[in-house]
């Protein structure tokens, strides 16, 4: 059943504007809020995890609102974030015989959602799309923004393209059956955005984080508070020229961690590896000097209590060595003339972007991070 209320977060980018709707029971109105937008066909993609759960439903309720619709499933897990799922999703689409004006629904977490976001961004150079986000990382984080993309061998998310979707609806009520590995992995994305730039958000975080994992009315206040915060840096910077670069405060080390791990899930999640990069980032600005210690740690342990991981030797199979770490961050898309850039702290709540770090600075910090006893 759907609550009495929702809350309903704008994102206001001209003609390209769109709501994102949070709040628990949305699914069960899908079809008529998916339909108000006009298509009429849509264009399911989902995965082995999800769609069997809410595919079925999702269907149904378009095709009673006169949608002509398809469902396409797949593997879960990063690894399908590939050229040949993206190729398997946009041959599916258009047999489906989808045109610029109906719709491709992204039913799933964020592989789903920037999978067939950027099917959607390059079939008939452009359909319309929503995104029905089914974990906590994809409902704070990567449903918002318009972000869509694969992974190549050389790195995550280094082919996609901004395509902003027509609607966004996060049923916080689909997070009840979440696993709860997965549950702390995208709570690494929540209290990321207290850490960017409001400590007092971040010090509401350290208060109720236990509410938002069992789903009382924190979560929605969790999730709705997390995508204004991000569809407020959106706004100013939809393309990732200038303030959105923020965003990936400690996505740096967090992807480098997924490359070197070959994004192996059964090692290192997404949200896993944000949480490592949060508490190095932190550790990493106390070491040169810019952000207090105390800080940090108050970083750690927030993270530590909510059942992250923030060390590398966290990582199971361990992380390889600091060159090896190196190589992996120069091939992330913060990279500009060969320069590392890094999203680094003064304080909690004030992060700023650091371009140009020296290679040498950040080896004999990742040295130290992997042999402590040494330093």
């Known amino acids: 059943m759907e609550s009495p209320s929702f809350i309903t977060v704008p994102v206001p980018l001209g003609d390209r504007a769109y709501d994102i709707l949070v709040g628990r029971g949305l699914i069960a109105t899908a079809g008529s809020r998916i339909a108000a937008l006009g298509a009429r066909a849509a264009a399911i993609v989902t995965d082995e995890h999800v769609g069997p759960l809410y595919a079925e439903a999702l269907a149904r309720s378009l095709n009673d609102q006169g949608l002509r619709t398809s469902v396409t499933t797949l593997p879960p897990g990063e690894a399908t974030k590939s050229y040949a799922s993206l190729e398997q999703v946009c041959d599916a ?14 039913l799933g977490g964020g592989v789903i959602g920037d999978l067939a976001g950027f099917a959607a961004a390059v079939v008939r150079r452009g359909v319309r799309f929503v995104q029905v986000p089914t974990s906590l990382l994809s409902q704070v984080d990567s449903s918002v923004g318009g972000k869509t993309g694969i992974n190549s061998r050389h790195g995550k998310n280094l082919v996609g393209a901004f395509h902003q979707p027509s609607l966004v609806l996060a049923d916080t009520a689909l997070l009840d059956t979440l696993p709860i590995r997965e549950m702390r992995a995208g709570y690494a994305e929540v209290a990321k955005y207290g850490l960017i730039d409001d400590e007092r958000f971040f010090a509401w975080c350290e208060a109720n984080w236990q509410g938002v ?6 979560r929605d206040e969790a999730v709705a508070q997390s995508c204004r915060a991000k569809a407020d840096v959106v706004v100013r910077d939809e393309h990732e020229n200038g303030d959105r670069a923020l965003l990936n405060l400690g996505h740096t080390f967090g992807h480098a961690l997924e490359r070197i791990t070959r994004y192996d899930s059964a090692r290192l999640v997404h949200g896993e590896g944000v949480a490592i990069g949060l508490a190095l980032a932190f550790r990493f600005s106390a070491s040169l000097g810019l952000c207090p210690a105390a800080d940090a740690q108050r970083v750690e342990a927030h993270l530590s209590a909510a059942g992250l991981p923030t060390r590398l030797s966290h990582v199971p199979g361990g992380c390889g060595t600091a060159d090896e770490l190196l190589d992996a961050m120069a091939q992330d898309k913060k990279v500009k003339g060969g320069a590392l850039t890094f999203i680094l702290a003064r304080r909690i709540g004030q992060s700023f972007i650091a371009p140009g770090i020296e290679a040498d600075k950040v080896r004999t910090f990742l040295e130290s991070e992997l042999n402590p006893s040494r330093s």
């Open 213 to 218: 994992f069992t789903g009382g009315p924190e």
């Open 93 to 106: 689409v258009l047999a489906a015989r989808i045109e610029r004006g109906d719709l491709v629904v992204a």
